[in-house]
């Protein structure tokens, strides 16, 4: 992906996230995550039915990569089975790690996939990730 465009996509996901803000309702599984080598600290909200990413929401403060990276995350997940969101989850972080992945589920979230190039940022992309690993390992217990 052409550089100019990585920068595009990700200001825009930095400057109008998708589904910022939360709501009150029992019905998602909430997790909080953050990053002690940035400011990114996300609450994340999922709601599960049938085995199916139907909702996700999201709020905090974070810098751009995180921010970005959360709405793509949020954008690429939901309508997803919780089997395919484990399966995007593993493929994001094999990127991040230099591992190997299939760019082809991935979509937008190519857009990190030079971001092993500053690892101070691979947490910052990864942060929200963390979290839906943390709400699928709450479904698991379920
Ligand atoms: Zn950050």
Redesign the pocket.
Known sequence: MDANLKREIILEHYQNPKNRGLIDDDGYIKVNTN?DS???EIDLMVKIEDGKIIDARFDGE??A??TSSTSIMIDSIIGKTLEEAKEILKNFTNMIDEKEYDPDILGEANVYDDTYKQPS?KK?ALLPWWGLDKVIKETDKK
């Open positions: 990053n940035c400011i990114d974070a810098c990569i995180c940022r910052c």
